[in-house]
């Protein structure tokens, strides 16, 4: 896909090198990395980085590309296997804590670990 393809707000990435340089060279930079796309202008691109296993956007560090060596390449980010396991896996240890509350008629701490589960 190419950079005009995605709009802003979307979190893409890189699975392609860039356009090779005059000596052969591409560039393999943020390959795999997760990207904020903020939009074009001036003849580059612009994004943030993304932290998918915290959902955090690092404003601190923005990303500008030169549009002509950087314009093929990109796809929507997709979440690894292992980081959706890791998500399973805590909220399967929830519903564990809750049958253990529910066993011990802890409604109380039962409601809270619903209340944890209903913003995962």
Same mark, same amino acid.
Request: proline content about 6%; aromatic content about 12%; some cysteine.
């Given at each position: 896909?190419?950079?005009?393809?995605?709009?802003?707000?979307?979190?893409?990435?890189?699975? &392609?090198?860039?356009? %090779?340089?005059?000596?052969? +060279?591409?560039?393999?930079?943020?390959?795999?990395? #997760? =990207?904020?796309?903020?939009?074009?202008?001036?003849?580059?691109?612009?994004? &943030?980085?993304?932290? %998918?296993?915290?959902?955090? +956007?690092?404003?601190?560090?923005?990303?500008?590309? #030169? =549009?002509?060596?950087?314009?093929?390449?990109?796809?929507?980010?997709?979440?690894?296997?292992?980081?959706?396991?890791?998500?399973?896996?805590?909220?399967?240890d929830f519903r564990k804590?809750?049958?253990?509350?529910?066993?011990?008629?802890?409604?109380?701490?039962?409601?809270?670990?619903?209340?944890?589960?209903?913003?995962?």
């Amino acid at each position: 896909m190419t950079i005009n393809d995605f709009k802003k707000g979307d979190i893409i990435v890189r699975v &392609e090198p860039a356009a %090779p340089y005059s000596s052969g +060279v591409c560039d393999r930079s943020y390959i795999g990395e #997760p =990207i904020v796309f903020l939009g074009t202008a001036n003849g580059c691109m612009y994004g &943030e980085f993304y932290e %998918p296993d915290t959902w955090i +956007v690092n404003s601190d560090m923005s990303l500008r590309l #030169p =549009i002509d060596c950087f314009s093929d390449g990109w796809d929507y980010y997709e979440t690894p296997p292992a980081s959706r396991n890791s998500r399973e896996s805590v909220v399967d240890d929830f519903r564990k804590m809750m049958q253990e509350a529910l066993s011990k008629e802890d409604y109380e701490l039962l409601n809270e670990f619903k209340n944890v589960l209903d913003g995962i």
